[in-house]
C-alpha cells in the first residue's frame, strides 16, 4: 500500500513537509459560520498521495476525519454530467472563474441570465443538485454519497449527522441564493427540497486518504485504482479537471495555479483534493483557513510537495 521502492523517501518527504508547515495554522482560522466546524483542532494537518497504479503513502495526520464540504461539488456535479448530460448541466450553470466569494449573491444577481458562473461556487453546486434525477433531496444526497463511495474506494464513508444538521440549521445564506434562483427559473423544485440534499452531500465524512483514492481516480480518466473499477466516464474526468483548476479554489484558483500548477478542489472543513493527470492523487487537510476559504497549511504543503516532487503540469 506504499510507494515499493520509494516508499521511506515519499514518507520522510511529507513528514518533513507537514513538520515545515504545520506552524503555520496560526495564520489562519477554522471555518465558524457552521458551529460544528468551529470544533476543529487548528492545528491538524494530513496528506496522503494515491498513485495510479494504486499505491499509497501518508503523512502527519492522515487519520483524521473531516466532512469534505465544496469537495462534494465535483463529485454531484460528475453525478450529473454522468445522468443528465453536459447539454442540461451547463445550460442551468456556466463554466467560468469568478473573482468574488464562492457564497457571493451578487455576482449572481448581476449576470445577465442570472446562472451561476460555473458548478462550484455555491450557488452553482445547489443548481447542479437540483438536476439529479432523484425523487427527494435525501435520495439526491445518497446518490452523491454512493458515488463518493465508489471514487474514494472505501464503502464505509458516511454523511456525518451533526454536522448535517448543524449546516440545515444555519445554512441561511444558502437559502438566499437558492431562493434567489427559484425566483428567476434556475432552480427547479421545492427549494427546501433540494438543499436537504446539498447539506447532506456537504457532511460526507472522509479522510486525507479517502480525498488522495478520489484524485488518483480522476487522473486515471475515472477508473478507480485500489478497486479496479471504472467510475466515470474520461470526459467527465477532463471536465472536473478543467474546472478545478479554474475554479476549484475559489477566488484564489488563479494565485494556485501559479504557485502549485496542478488541478485542486478545496472546502471549507480544511481538505483540499488535487490531481496530477496519468500519475497520483494528492488528499491534503488543515482546517485552519485563510480569508477565501482554503486550508492555509494544505496549499503550503501542496505548493512545496509540488515543487519537490516536480508534479507541475500547469
Known amino acids: 500500500m506504499c510507494f515499493s521502492k520509494e516508499e521511506k523517501i515519499v514518507e520522510e518527504i511529507l513528514a518533513n513537509l507537514v513538520t515545515r508547515n504545520r506552524s503555520f495554522y496560526t495564520q489562519g482560522r477554522v471555518a465558524t459560520y457552521i458551529p460544528e466546524l468551529a470544533l476543529a483542532s487548528p492545528d491538524i494537518l494530513g496528506i496522503s498521495l494515491a498513485t495510479v497504479e494504486g499505491e499509497r503513502s501518508s503523512g502527519g495526520d492522515g487519520k483524521y476525519l473531516f466532512s469534505i464540504q465544496s469537495i462534494s461539488k465535483i463529485i454531484s456535479l460528475a453525478l450529473a454530467l454522468e445522468e443528465v448530460g453536459e447539454e442540461i ?7 467560468d472563474p469568478t473573482p ?13 441570465v442570472n446562472r451561476p458562473y460555473n458548478p462550484v461556487v455555491n450557488a ?19 446518490a452523491v454519497l454512493d458515488l463518493a463511495r465508489r471514487l474514494m474506494g472505501n464503502p464505509e464513508l458516511e454523511i456525518n449527522q451533526k454536522i ?8 441561511h445564506r444558502n437559502r438566499s441564493l437558492a431562493y434567489y434562483m427559484k425566483s428567476t427559473g434556475t432552480l427547479k423544485g421545492d427549494v427546501e427540497d433540494v438543499l436537504e440534499g446539498y447539506f447532506r452531500q456537504c457532511s460526507i465524512e472522509a479522510s486525507v486518504e479517502d480525498l488522495g483514492v478520489l484524485g488518483a481516480t480522476l487522473a486515471t480518466g475515472g477508473i478507480n485504482p485500489v478497486t479496479g473499477v471504472r467510475v466515470l466516464a474520461s470526459r467527465t474526468c477532463r471536465i472536473i479537471r478543467a474546472l478545478m483548476v479554474t475554479c476549484g479554489m475559489y477566488d484564489g484558483s488563479g494565485e494556485f495555479a501559479l504557485r502549485v500548477g496542478i488541478p485542486a478542489k478545496s472546502g471549507v472543513g480544511g481538505g483540499i483534493v488535487a490531481v496530477v493527470p496519468g500519475r497520483m492523487g494528492i488528499g491534503v487537510c488543515g482546517p485552519s ?11 503550503k504543503l501542496l505548493e512545496d510537495l509540488s515543487r519537490e516532487l516536480k508534479l507541475r503540469v500547469l
Do not use: W, Y
Open 124 to 142: 452553482g453546486a445547489i443548481a447542479v443538485v437540483s438536476l439529479i434525477p432523484r425523487e427527494n433531496g435525501r435520495e439526491r444526497g445518497n
Open 89 to 95: 448541466v451547463f445550460d442551468t450553470v456556466g463554466m
Open 164 to 171: 448535517f444538521e448543524s449546516e440545515k440549521e444555519t445554512g
Open 289 to 299: 483557513l485563510d480569508s477565501k476559504g482554503n486550508s492555509l497549511c494544505g496549499m
Open 100 to 112: 468574488d466569494p464562492f457564497n457571493s449573491i451578487m455576482r449572481l444577481e448581476m449576470h445577465q
